[in-house]
């Protein structure tokens, strides 16, 4: 009888994740892009110079994360428990 896999994914609360290739940017012009997990209520997401509070839910070994306000959507994969990518692009612990 096999069971079905069940994620874990805690060790993402408490981490804040930077968008390869982001990290060199000019702080005056907004600095990194960045995936912050406070807790399972606040999630920030940056990209440019606005930061939203987004919602996640998991599937797996992915990320959805909505903006109620804007009302977009965003999908990471986790990678290894250790990095997320998002359309080829990696997102890695700070």
Same mark, same amino acid.
């Given at each position: 009888? #096999? ?7 805690? /060790? *993402?609360?408490?981490?804040? !994740? *930077? $968008? ?13 892009? !960045?995936?912050? !997990? ?5 999630? #920030?997401? +940056? ?7 987004? $919602?996640?839910? !998991? ?18 994969? *986790? ?5 997320? #990518?998002?359309?080829?692009? +990696? /997102?890695?612990?700070?």
């Amino acid at each position: 009888m #096999e069971t079905e896999k069940t994620n874990n994914h805690d /060790w *993402i609360y408490g981490k804040t !994740f *930077i $968008q390869e290739g982001s990290d060199n940017i000019d702080p005056a012009l907004g600095g990194a892009n !960045f995936l912050t !997990f406070k807790s399972k209520d606040v999630i #920030e997401l +940056k990209t440019g110079d606005i930061v939203s509070n987004v $919602q996640a839910s !998991f599937e797996g070994d992915k990320i959805i994360l909505e903006d109620k306000t804007l009302g977009t959507k965003r999908i990471f994969n *986790i990678v290894n428990n250790s990095y997320l #990518e998002e359309n080829g692009i +990696k /997102w890695n612990t700070k």
